[in-house]
C-alpha cells in the first residue's frame, strides 16, 4: 500500500477562498482521523470518522470548517470562507479499530496552507 | 480529558550519547502508546508501538517502556547519531479510539 495519501501538498490561497483538502486513506482501515497542526498549538484533532460515520467532530473549530467521508477511500476538509488564522499544517491519519486491539495509526505527508 | 507531556521540550546532544525522552499520560485507561518521529516539513512516522497489556517494545536503537499505572513511558534512543535529529512525540489511545498528541520533543544530535 502506498500509505496515506493527501493532496495537494501546499496550498496558497486569499482570504475568503474555498478550501478543500483531500485525503484516502490506507485500504482495509475503518479510521480516519484529521489533526491540525501549528506551533502554537500543536496537533489538534478536527474530526475522527469510523466506517464513514463522522464520531467526534468537536475539534472543529467553527462553521466555516466541514468534513465528509463518501466511502471508505475517501476524505474530504472544506475550509469556506478561509481565514489567515487558517494557515497550518493539515494532516489525515487512518488505522484500522478491532475493539481494544487499536492498531497503528498511519499519518499523510501533509498538506501546508497558507492563506493570506 | 487525556492530557499527553513531553518532556525535555528540546535536547541537544553530541553524536554517540544515550538519550531518554519522556511522555507522561493523565488517564492511565488507555489502549495502547505510540512513539512517532517528525523530520521537518514531513509528516508523522509511527517508530514503536506498544499495547496497554506489553511493558517495552524494541526496534532497533530504539526502546520504548511502559508503565500504564504511573502514567508513564520513555523512549531510549542507543548511541545516537545525526540522522537521529528530530521531533519525537507521543500519543495515547484510549477507549475513545483518538490518538492524542503530546506537544513533542525536539532533538538535535551534533557530530
Known amino acids: 500500500d502506498a500509505g496515506v495519501i493527501q493532496s495537494p501538498r501546499h496550498e496558497v490561497t486569499e482570504m475568503g477562498q474555498e478550501v478543500t483538502l483531500r485525503c484516502k486513506p490506507i485500504?482495509?482501515?475503518?479510521?480516519l482521523f484529521w489533526y491540525r497542526q501549528t506551533m502554537m498549538r500543536g496537533l489538534e484533532l478536527l474530526i475522527y470518522?469510523?466506517?464513514?460515520?463522522?464520531?467526534?467532530d468537536s475539534g472543529m473549530p467553527e462553521d466555516r470548517f466541514s468534513a465528509k467521508m463518501p466511502n471508505a477511500s475517501f476524505s474530504t476538509l472544506k475550509i469556506q470562507p478561509s481565514e489567515p488564522r487558517d494557515s497550518a499544517v493539515y494532516f489525515c491519519?487512518?488505522?484500522?479499530?478491532?475493539?481494544?486491539?487499536?492498531?497503528?495509526?498511519?499519518f499523510g505527508q501533509g498538506t501546508r496552507l497558507t492563506v493570506v | 480529558k487525556q492530557e499527553v507531556t513531553q518532556i525535555p521540550a528540546a535536547l541537544s546532544v553530541p553524536e554517540g550519547e544515550n538519550l531518554v525522552l519522556n511522555c507522561s499520560f493523565t488517564?492511565?485507561?488507555?489502549?495502547?502508546l505510540q512513539w512517532f518521529r517528525q523530520d521537518p516539513g514531513k509528516g508523522l512516522t509511527s517508530l514503536l508501538l506498544?499495547?496497554?497489556?506489553?511493558r517495552e517494545q524494541t526496534s532497533g536503537r530504539l526502546n520504548a517502556s511502559l508503565d500504564k499505572s504511573s502514567g508513564r513511558s520513555t523512549l531510549y534512543i542507543a548511541a545516537s547519531q545525526p540522522g537521529d535529529s528530530a521531533t519525537y512525540l507521543c500519543?495515547?489511545?484510549?477507549?475513545?479510539?483518538?490518538?492524542?498528541f503530546g506537544r513533542g520533543t525536539s532533538l538535535i544530535v551534533h557530530p
Open positions: 491519519a487512518s488505522s484500522l479499530a478491532r475493539g481494544r486491539g487499536y492498531t497503528e495509526a498511519f
Open positions: 506498544i499495547q496497554s497489556s506489553q
Open positions: 488517564d492511565s485507561a488507555i489502549y495502547n
Open positions: 500519543a495515547v489511545t484510549g477507549g475513545s479510539y483518538i490518538p492524542t
Open positions: 485500504s482495509g482501515h475503518n479510521s
Open positions: 470518522f469510523n466506517n464513514n460515520v463522522p464520531i467526534d
